[in-house]
């Protein structure tokens, strides 16, 4: 092949290229002016929506129904749906938020359903993410049916079974355990904290037979969400003394946010203080902030003991405990003054200067 016909075939290949690199761009410019012109046209018939004396704005206040409501395309369905995402996160009135989930469930519960089956990931994904808002339980029957889907990614087994806490659905329990495997603490932790009621009685009942991971968890949801029962209170003082380190921690740490022990409890409590086991300063400081919590004075011998811990944090939650006891002050400026070690000193000081500060400030 001579030069010539070797740079004309250059010549028309480059041609080429750059013909399909324009359509390229055209369809994109095309396809962003479609997509700019249907976002401006909801944005339209959302405002309509929004207006006081709009179809909308009247059932959602009386609960009335119009004709006018009726979704007559695909884009006054869209507005519709973002118009009441909105309005629900806005409500404050329990009618209201009702209404509005009994209007989500008549506009969008079959087109969610057919899109929990869509081929495509995003397409689930917004599915989902709209039925936990609009908290639509009847489409329980699909959730457990999307869970069950080869396709279902960790996302969206994620999403469903975060549903199904949310609707208090018996089958979350059995999915506990897989999940403690398959996702992060902070993402089990809020599966469970959702759980309430007959579904946390079980979860308790149960509690023994569970993973550590998904132990401790169950342990932090009741600190977090202030569950103070005798249950609770019987199985946070049972843990308190587990053979597992870490179970010992969170169970003490929630014990000192319950703000109560049982007399049991206080003397076993005792006990172990006067045998002076050998713990982790962790472990330390927890013990610390449960006898914080409970202003039980047997304990005062103790926190003296302890403003001379070889843990600073430890010796800061002593030194501030000891304040909340009557003759706390009196304590930590005798530490102060006669304390041999030099870091308990120093502690009490400092306790006893930001104290007198403050008050001197307030």
Not at 188 to 212: A, N
Request: aromatic residues 8%; neutral net charge; charged residues 25%.
């Amino acid at each position: 092949m001579s030069i010539d016909n070797i740079l004309v075939t250059i010549w028309w290949a480059t041609v080429g290229v750059v013909s399909l690199i324009i359509v390229l761009l055209l369809y994109l410019m095309f396809r962003k002016y479609q997509r700019n012109r249907r976002l401006q046209a909801i944005d339209r018939l959302t405002e309509q929506l929004a207006k006081a004396d709009s179809a909308l704005n009247q059932y959602i206040a009386t609960g009335e129904r119009s004709r006018r409501m009726l979704a007559k395309n695909s884009l006054e369905q869209k507005a519709i749906e973002e118009m009441l995402i909105h309005r629900l996160s806005l409500s404050r009135s329990k009618n209201e938020t009702q209404r509005i989930k009994e209007l989500s469930e008549y506009y969008f519960a079959e087109s969610y359903a057919n899109d929990l089956r869509s081929s495509r990931w995003s397409t689930r994904i917004n599915a989902l993410l709209y039925i936990e808002q609009f908290q639509m339980m009847s489409l329980h029957s699909e959730l457990l049916q999307a869970l069950q889907r080869k396709h279902c990614t960790g996302d969206e087994r994620f999403l469903i079974l975060r549903i199904l806490a949310v609707f208090q659905a018996p089958e979350i329990m059995d999915e506990l355990e897989s999940a403690a495997i398959q996702y992060s603490d902070i993402q089990l932790l809020q599966l469970v904290l959702l759980i309430k009621g007959e579904l946390l009685d079980q979860l308790l009942q149960q509690f023994d037979k569970y993973s550590p991971k998904l132990r401790y968890i169950i342990i932090d949801s009741l600190r977090i969400n202030n569950i103070r029962t005798q249950e609770v209170l019987q199985l946070l003082e049972q843990c308190m003394y587990s053979n597992d380190k870490e179970m010992r921690i969170r169970a003490m740490k929630a014990l000192a946010n319950f703000g109560y022990m049982s007399p049991e409890a206080a003397d076993r409590m005792e006990q172990a203080l006067t045998e002076q086991q050998s713990v982790s300063w962790q472990e330390r400081l927890m013990r610390v902030k449960v006898i914080n919590s409970t202003r039980d004075e047997r304990f005062l011998p103790y926190l003296e003991q302890l403003v001379s811990d070889d843990s600073y944090e430890v010796r800061l939650q002593s030194a501030q405990a000891l304040l909340r006891y009557r003759q706390g002050v009196a304590i930590l400026e005798q530490i102060a003054t006669n304390h041999p070690d030099r870091f308990a000193k120093e502690m009490a000081q400092e306790i006893l200067e930001r104290r007198n500060y403050e008050r001197n400030v307030g």
